[in-house]
C-alpha cells in the first residue's frame, strides 16, 4: 500500500514547514503554478508543508495541506499533472470529470483540460508531480514511431496498487531520492534519462486514448483509425469551418453514429467536442501571442455564440479569456 510509510523524504529541499496558511499558499504558488488556493473552513488554523524540487522538465513537490483547502491552477497548458494522494482524500476535477483521491491512488490531468483540486482534507499529503508537455509528447512519439495523430487524453484516475502502478510509483520514489542525493542525476543527460523513464512509464502503465495502439489491442479493422485520421487532419488543417456531423462522416465514409463511436474510442472525445477542443486551442494561441482582440479570435475560429466560447474558454483553461491577452500585452516585446 502505498501511503506514509514510504513517502519521499526530500531531506534537502524542505520549503517550509509548519507554515501559516499565507506562507504555505506562497510556496505552493511559487513551486507549482500561480493559483487560486483558498481554506475552506474559517478560523481553521492547521500548519502546512511543503517539499520540492524543480527541474528543467519535471517539478515534484511533496504537499501537506494543513487546512481544509482548495487549489484552482492557472496556465496548466504546457504540463501533465499527476498528483500521488499518500494520506487523507483530494476531491479533484478536470473539465466535466471529478475523482476522489485516497491513498494508493493517483489523478492524472491532461493540458488542455486543466485541473481543479475542489478539496484537500486537512493532514492530507500528496507528492505533485508537474511534467512539460513536450517531454510527454515527445516520449509518446517515440513510443508510436510517429508523432500522434490526436492529442493525448490520460483517464483521470490511476490505481498505484496494481503491477504497473506501483512500479511507476518506485521509478518516482528512485527519481526524488537522485535528486535529492545529487551525484551522476546532476549531469543533464543523466537527468533525463530518469525523466524519460518516469514519463515512459506513465504512457505504458496508465490507460489513456493511444492505449490500444502502443499495445497492440486496437480493437476493429483498419477503417475506424483511417475514418478517425481523416477527420482528425480536416480539422487540424481547417478548424474554422463550419462542420457539421453529417459533414464529416462524409469525409470519414461512415455514419455519423459509427464516426462518433470512433472517434470517443481512439480520441477519447466526441468529433464535434474535439472540433471545440481544437479552435479553443488556436484562439488560446492566438490570444498569447496578442494577436487579436477577443471577439476577433472567437470568430476567426469558428465561434458564433460568444457567451458559449466564453464559458468554454474558461473550462478549458482556467481563466477567461480577456486574462490570456491581457497576460500577453504586459509582457514586454522587443
Given at each position: ?75 496548466t ?31 492524472v ?126 480539422i487540424?488543417?481547417?478548424p ?6 453529417g ?20 480520441v ?21 501571442a496578442?494577436?487579436a ?28 479569456p480577456?486574462q ?11
Amino acid at each position: 500500500m502505498i501511503g506514509t510509510t514510504d513517502r519521499p523524504e526530500f531531506a534537502r529541499n524542505v520549503l517550509t514547514r509548519d507554515a501559516g496558511f499565507e506562507d504555505f499558499r506562497e510556496h505552493l504558488n511559487a513551486l507549482f503554478y500561480p493559483a487560486q488556493v483558498r481554506p475552506l473552513a474559517r478560523g481553521a488554523a492547521g500548519r502546512g508543508e511543503l517539499r520540492g524540487v524543480r527541474t528543467e522538465n519535471l517539478t515534484v513537490g511533496l504537499v501537506r495541506f494543513g487546512q481544509d483547502t482548495s487549489v484552482v491552477p492557472e496556465g496548466t497548458s504546457a504540463h501533465y499533472q499527476v498528483n500521488v494522494v499518500l494520506r487523507g482524500k483530494v476531491v479533484a476535477a478536470s473539465a466535466d470529470r471529478q475523482s476522489i483521491g485516497v491513498p494508493g491512488t493517483a489523478g492524472v490531468f491532461t493540458p488542455e483540460r486543466g485541473h481543479r483540486l475542489l478539496h484537500c482534507a486537512a493532514g492530507t499529503e500528496h507528492v505533485g508531480v508537474k511534467i512539460r508537455r513536450r517531454l510527454v509528447d515527445d516520449e509518446l512519439a517515440a513510443l508510436l514511431g510517429r508523432p500522434a495523430a490526436y492529442p493525448l487524453e490520460f483517464d483521470l484516475a490511476f490505481g498505484l496498487t496494481s503491477p504497473a502502478g506501483r512500479s511507476w510509483y518506485n521509478t518516482l520514489h528512485l527519481l526524488i531520492d537522485e535528486l535529492d542525493q545529487g551525484g551522476l542525476i546532476g549531469a543533464a543527460p543523466m537527468r533525463e534519462r530518469y525523466e524519460r523513464l518516469l514519463v515512459g512509464g506513465l504512457l505504458l502503465g496508465h490507460r489513456h486514448n493511444h492505449t490500444a495502439v502502443l499495445t497492440g489491442d486496437a480493437p476493429g479493422g483498419p477503417a475506424r483509425p483511417a475514418a478517425v485520421r481523416a477527420v482528425v487532419d480536416l480539422i487540424q488543417a481547417r478548424p474554422e469551418d463550419p462542420y457539421t456531423l453529417g459533414e464529416l462522416a462524409r469525409v470519414a465514409g461512415v455514419s455519423g453514429r459509427r464516426l462518433q463511436e470512433a472517434f470517443r474510442e481512439h480520441v477519447g472525445v466526441a468529433p464535434m467536442a474535439y472540433l471545440a477542443g481544437v479552435r479553443l486551442d488556436r484562439v488560446h494561441v492566438d490570444l498569447r501571442a496578442g494577436a487579436a482582440p477577443v471577439t476577433e479570435a472567437a470568430r476567426h475560429w469558428g465561434f458564433t455564440h460568444l457567451g458559449r466560447f466564453s464559458a468554454a474558454y474558461r473550462e478549458r483553461f482556467a481563466e477567461r479569456p480577456s486574462q490570456t491577452l491581457a497576460g500577453a500585452r504586459a509582457v514586454p516585446r522587443s
